[in-house]
């Protein structure tokens, strides 16, 4: 059969010999690299990388996913020099890409962009002293600066199960999620990645033993809500100053006070002890009529487009 | 001086040659190897690698950061062989890490955990009509499902300007950010990722001209909201059903009818379309009236802790 023998035959370079690494297709046209049965050597991978990647192109696939466990790390430097880009790697292992359509703009959807954190607003049974905690790492070691318990959500946990898992470890307190008070989102945080920080309202199950992690807390006690809230640091930054004024509205005494709202809002805010502003997402408004706001819709709080709000706004009468 | 160039010399292994990469202390007793000062021989950084680890050790170091651009790939596997671990990367770099302090738990913070997605409640000038897209790839092909605009927040982005920027692209309209009408949070997204999907009411600036995108975008168009509203893929799914009475509480012609609160609730809802259940967050209630709830508070709704609702919950009447 010379026709087909032939090297320039249209019919063997449109239908090619499989490809030697194992995967499958995706739904967006792409190629997921079975991590399980990639070959074990760097220099046998690096040769059945090269002939699927033209196998492939010829089937006008468009990304191609690449896992790579830590125990072949050795594969690394030989994908990075085909064309791979890292896209994300959790302990084990690295993710990379190739995307092959040139010239096309690439369509993959980009890695995990950002980490959440929580924080919880705990009161004692009598409601008037609330549950803090000083660190004793970290930038507020040594400064003797009260704060709420706070974490970061572990992947696939719940924020309001998170927020009781930092409670229990920080201070050993048992405490139930309730509610959440308001979420902040904030840019270039760790590794440059944006943040998600959700504050919630716990209700305290026992409020009479106290057992700080040894590892993490300095410090924790229940501190009267009336010092913990005039923490100079705090009330220097309009976004704090925002966020204990949402804790105040939340308090038992304050119940009915708040001036209810049917959507989340977002308001700028900036963050008073660095550069920046932050978006602050939030229901009540009570805290706004307070502080000389403009009133509903004026001065775009309504519209959630709140302009930066200097510190002017938030300080305290 | 004998007794400091003797090698059992205590002062010589307490206080040993300074390391040879490069690096700063970090505020938690950590390290962070300078990226820009790496030797670019893997052989000459696998013994500055071993010295450095070597002093940092009798120095009581704990978490060591080492970032790897996609430059110096070939660094990986030899890192990998000092013991480091991947911790997370972008396109151009992965940063792996080594916990010092064999015994004790690492407390090195994860890498980012969560993608964050936007969706956007777009209304034509008149009200009754929803800005929809159906999508070009991925599971929804074909199928003839009209869905709201969606997508991925990027690194750095802003929740608005997101859905704004969703908006533009997918569809060619020009929307601005109003407020956030709920947010979802589910695990076991993509790359095993967790999830956190947030539904924007925006305005619409001009409805007049329909742009979709080639790339993404098999069609897009203004549905009447009866239709949108009333597919049965959606219907299906407890958590779906309630963000469309969610999305319907929010329209203009049912403004003051919702149950305004004072704090973001937590609800949680089967998916539906597959095995498992999601958080939903919101302030409005009255979609929960509207489906029989057992009123505020006695279902554990008020409480943010609400039981997982079958569809017979959040079946319309």
Chains 1, 2 share one sequence.
């Not at 690449?66 to 690295?94: C, I, M, N, R, W």
């Not at 369509?107 to 919880?120: D, F, I, N, R």
Request: charged letters at 20%.
């Amino acid at each position: 059969m010379p026709a087909s023998s032939s090297p320039s035959s249209p019919t063997s370079s449109s239908f090619p010999s499989p490809p030697p690494l194992h995967h499958t297709p995706d739904p967006y046209d792409g190629i997921i690299i079975d991590p399980q049965q990639l070959p074990k050597d760097p220099c046998i991978f690096a040769q059945h990388l090269t002939e699927s990647l033209a196998a492939w192109r010829l089937q006008h696939r468009r990304g191609i996913w690449l896992k790579l466990p830590l125990t072949l790390a050795s594969h690394v430097p030989v994908a990075a020099s085909s064309g791979f880009v890292f896209h994300h790697a959790e302990q084990d292992y690295v993710m990379m890409t190739h995307w092959l359509e040139e010239g096309k703009p690439c369509t993959l959807p980009p890695g995990p962009t950002h980490q959440v954190g929580v924080g919880a607003l705990v009161l004692d049974k009598g409601g008037k002293n609330i549950l803090a905690v000083q660190e004793k790492s970290g930038p507020l070691r040594g400064t003797g600066v009260w704060k709420m318990p706070t974490g970061l959500l572990d992947v696939g946990e719940d924020i309001g199960a998170g927020a009781e898992r930092e409670v229990k470890e920080e201070t050993g307190v048992s405490a139930r999620f309730k509610h959440l008070i308001a979420f902040r989102h904030a840019h270039a945080f760790a590794f440059g990645k944006s943040d998600l920080f959700f504050l919630a309202r716990l209700e305290v199950e026992d409020d009479s033993s106290l057992q700080p992690c040894p590892h993490e807390i300095a410090a924790c006690d229940w501190v009267p809500l009336s010092l913990f809230l005039s923490q100079p640091r705090f009330l220097a930054s309009p976004l704090y100053a925002c966020v204990y004024d949402l804790c105040r509205d939340a308090l038992p005494e304050n119940e009915g006070k708040a001036r209810p709202v049917t959507a989340i809002m977002g308001t700028q805010l900036e963050l008073g002890f660095k550069p920046g502003a932050a978006w602050l997402y939030h229901t009540s408004e009570w805290h706004h009529e307070k502080h000389g706001g403009k009133g509903e819709g004026e001065d775009g709080l309504e519209e959630g487009k709140g302009a930066k709000k200097g510190a002017g706004n938030h300080e305290r009468g």
